[in-house]
């Protein structure tokens, strides 16, 4: 019996994960608020926190659409675009904990976080190529099958 591997699942929930460590990251940011202490950025307009701002909106938007479009569109044009979609976040996730090592002190913590984004990255990338070089099942009307692993 062979077993065939749920790609689209598996892509579906390694986003998923990505997501949740973008508001994971963002969120321990925001920590040393419920301590009491100050996370405000003096002259936010000079410091570009509307752009900042931005970026965390769209860091964390793409995800949550490769989600919905996994889910809803066509599969055999979304399993190339899911791969080419997913190599920026590899680049961006595998340069990020490189670009907090040289903050001082060290948030040792965003780091590791940082690094299981970049694994996960890892594994999207390659189950993501691996399921856009599998060749989709076609029934005999010539329609594509819907996935389904009994």
């Known amino acids: 019996m062979t077993h065939k591997i749920n790609y689209e699942s598996k892509i579906t929930n390694l986003w998923m ?24 950025i003096s002259n936010p307009r000079e410091n570009g926190l509307t752009s900042l701002t931005w970026m965390i909106l769209i860091c964390n938007l793409l995800p949550m659409l490769m989600i919905f479009l996994l889910q809803l569109s066509e599969k055999t044009y979304m399993r190339w675009f899911n791969f080419y979609f997913s190599l920026p976040f590899l680049l961006l996730n595998l340069g990020h904990p490189f670009e907090n090592m040289n903050i001082d002190p060290v948030p040792w913590d965003q780091v590791i976080l940082q690094l299981f984004l970049a694994m996960t990255s890892i594994a999207l990338t390659i189950f993501s190529y691996q399921w856009a070089k599998e060749k989709p099942v076609f029934n005999i009307n010539n329609e594509q099958q819907l996935d389904s692993y009994n």
């Open 17 to 40: 994960l990505i997501f949740m460590g973008l508001l994971l990251h963002s969120f321990m940011y925001l920590l040393p608020l419920f301590y009491g202490e100050s996370v405000a």
